[in-house]
T-cell receptor
Framework: QKEVEQDPGPLSVPEGAIVSLNCTYS??????FMWYRQYSRKGPELLMY????GNKEDGRFTAQVDKSSKYISLFIRDSQPSDSATYLC??????????FGAGTRLTVKP | AAGVIQSPRHLIKEKRETATLKCYPI?????VYWYQQGPGQDPQFLIS???????DKGSIPDRFSAQQFSDYHSELNMSSLELGDSALYFC???????????????FGSGTRLTVV
């Protein structure tokens, strides 16, 4: 079993929809939780960063961490075609290396 | 703003050849990480360096080696290349001391290595 599980999708939604992306993990020692957006042939781009539990909001993006359930989420409000990308969750306990989810491929249709 | 610079962007090598990938981290970042991302796969951690010393080692084959130099740039050396080494190789950098202020990781654009 992988330490981080993420449904690879693909996920297709109409423009303006609310998108929910999720990851579960097994290592309770993880403290740092991140969401990355990766466009085709590009390096992952950090979207959201959360330390320990809680919610964090940045524009149309909201990240949630529930350490008791070992579950993290990324919500995208008012989704746009430019949001079409692969979204990777990542987490770390010691900052020496990260564990990535498989990535969810999202398509937002105009 | 300065980003993580990787070179070359693309590299084509034959089996059993050697390849060297370079990574220039963001200024003031003291930690460099290397990842390998195969087609349709999530990035796999290879190795990391903090202040020019190896800090952690992941699934890096024995045929690969890496080092971080005094100017903090890093090089990934890959020998006896195999077809399965074809992948996107990412470098990321961070500042260990600034993690909780959220600098997180910043990735370079990657080097696409094709072994034929």
């Amino acid at each position: 079993q992988k330490e981080v599980e993420q449904d690879p999708g693909p996920l297709s939604v109409p423009e303006g929809a609310i998108v929910s992306l999720n990851c579960t993990y097994s290592n309770s020692a993880f403290q740092y939780f991140m969401w990355y957006r990766q466009y085709s042939r590009k390096g992952p781009e950090l979207l959201m960063y959360t330390y320990s539990s809680g919610n964090k909001e940045d524009g149309r993006f909201t990240a949630q961490v529930d350490k008791s359930s070992k579950y993290i989420s990324l919500f995208i409000r008012d989704s746009q075609p430019s949001d079409s990308a692969t979204y990777l969750c990542a987490m770390s306990y010691n900052n020496n290396d990260m564990r990535f989810g498989a990535g969810t491929r999202l398509t937002v249709k105009p | 703003a300065a980003g993580v610079i990787q070179s070359p962007r693309h590299l084509i090598k034959e089996k059993r050849e050697t390849a060297t990938l370079k990574c220039y981290p963001i200024p003031r970042h003291d930690t460099v990480y290397w990842y390998q991302q195969g087609p349709g796969q999530d990035p796999q951690f290879l190795i990391s360096f903090y202040e020019k010393m190896q800090s952690d080692k992941g699934s890096i084959p024995d045929r690969f080696s890496a080092q971080q130099f005094s100017d903090y740039h890093s090089e990934l050396n890959m020998s006896s290349l195999e077809l399965g080494d074809s992948a996107l190789y990412f470098c990321a950098s961070s500042s260990l001391h600034l993690l909780t202020d959220h600098y997180g990781y910043t990735f370079g654009s990657g080097t696409r290595l094709t072994v034929v």
